[in-house]
């Protein structure tokens, strides 16, 4: 059974950075997209960044050049390193992966088959 687990989340100020993680088991993504996302209550789920499976990225324009998304296939394992925080970013953080191989990068939310339970991030002003 494959399972996503993110970790990393919480309550930061404004102008403040976190690391989140999620953790891939029950099956390897080394050869599939991987991405993260976020929603707040109320509206839509919103993507955030992706990475291909040869290390391409893309990222939202509103987290650009302030969220860098990476892979450690090693471990089975995508991270989001978020800093210069802002309100706004206020929201629980999902980590997703998609079951094609060698798939392209998407913003679409159908795209991304596996989905973990998120962890939430708090921004403070």
Known sequence: QVQLVESGGGLVQAGGSLR?????????????????????????????????????????????????????????TVYLQMNRLRPEDTAVYLCA??????????VAPYVYNYWGQGTQVTISS
Do not use: H
């Open 20 to 76: 989140l993680s999620c953790a891939a088991s029950g099956r390897t993504f080394s050869t599939s997209v991987m991405g993260w996302f976020r929603q707040v209550p109320g509206k839509e789920r919103e993507f955030v960044a992706g990475i291909s499976w040869n290390g391409a990225t893309l990222y939202a324009d509103s987290v650009k050049e302030r969220f860098t998304i990476s892979r450690e296939d090693a471990k089975n």
């Open 97 to 106: 992966a998609a079951a094609r191989q060698w798939g392209l990068l998407s």
